[in-house]
């Protein structure tokens, strides 16, 4: 079974900047693919950033403002948001994939509980 507990949310005003971290725990072996997604208050969960081994693909409105990186021996992601803005006030949720590596892994999606991002205008 496989948990997520991201951290690293907050208030910041617009410009601002944060980054969130998000620790896998409960598996034996390293995961090669961790997402990062958000969702707005009455708006569906969009996808923000994968990784997927050395391979990082971002949305859109994130590209240029929105880093994200892994260290994968400790099955820990993080999200460098720089040039923050009201649009991006959502819950960030971390995300593990179904997915097999050499023969380990797992057929589930597994969801951190998310943390709260707010930006001020």
């Known amino acids: 079974q496989v948990q997520l507990v991201e951290s690293g949310g907050g208030l910041v005003q617009a410009g601002g900047s944060l980054r969130l971290s998000c620790v896998a725990s409960g598996i034996s072996f390293t995961l090669n693919t961790m997402t990062w997604y958000r969702q707005a208050p009455g708006k569906q969960r969009e996808l923000v950033a994968r990784i997927s081994g050395t391979d990082i693909v971002y949305a859109d409105f994130v590209k240029g403002r929105f880093a994200a990186s892994g260290d994968s021996a400790k099955n820990t992601v993080w999200l460098q948001m720089n040039n923050l803005k009201p649009e991006d006030t959502a819950i960030y949720y971390c995300?593990?994939?179904?997915?097999?590596?050499?023969?380990?892994?797992?057929?589930?999606?597994?969801w951190g509980q998310g943390t709260q991002v707010t930006v001020s205008s």
């Open positions: 995300n593990a994939p179904p997915q097999w590596t050499n023969g380990r892994g797992f057929n589930k999606n597994y």
